[in-house]
């Protein structure tokens, strides 16, 4: 089974995460930023990952800790479950509408880290939430499970539609990135023969 179990603890986080990359779409989020919490629970869905996250985190400071160390904490566990990337199909994108907003998704699990971020928020708040950390959480995911994301707005204005859209995405995405290649189950996708 391609799974991982991932703790860390800092002075300002403790965090562990639970991931099976064959799941059914299961979640139980609490990271303590309820809004982050419903966007993973998207994620997971939408990825048909079965996701456990715990984080205990500095929130009476703010939730720019907690959601950079749990984006951390995902991409160390996506990192370690795909091991070698040995079977992957290594690629992925989704373009995903949600009613007015439409963003694209899209994904090389290269080994290489980079993020391409081209979504304008309209609002700094949803809720309680600083809309500037969905980046961070992304920026966090991309630098321990390196690879080539990007994530585009092609249209919307409603802050709240454009991230629902962007992590239901980029769960789509990963999934076709992780899924295996039946054609090619024992190799590495990549003429070098390294990811």
Known sequence: MRTAVIRRDTRETQIQVSLNLDGAGKAEIHTGCGFLDHMLELFAHHGDFDLTIDCRGDTEVDDHHSVEDVGICLGKAFSKALGDKRGIVRYGQ??????????????????????????????????????????????????????????????????????????????????????????????????????
């Open 94 to 195: 989704f373009l995903l509408p949600m009613d007015e907003t439409l963003v694209l998704c899209a994904c090389d699990l290269s080994g290489r880290d980079y993020l391409g971020w081209a979504v304008s928020l309209p609002a700094i708040k949803v809720g309680n939430f600083d809309t500037e950390l969905a980046q961070e959480f992304w920026l966090g995911f991309v630098r321990n499970c390196p690879g080539s994301v990007h994530i585009r707005q092609m249209a919307g204005e409603n802050t709240h539609h454009i991230l629902e859209a962007v992590f239901k995405g980029m769960g789509r995405t990963l999934k076709a990135a992780v899924s295996l290649d039946g054609r090619h189950m024992d190799e590495i996708p990549s003429t070098k023969g390294v990811l």
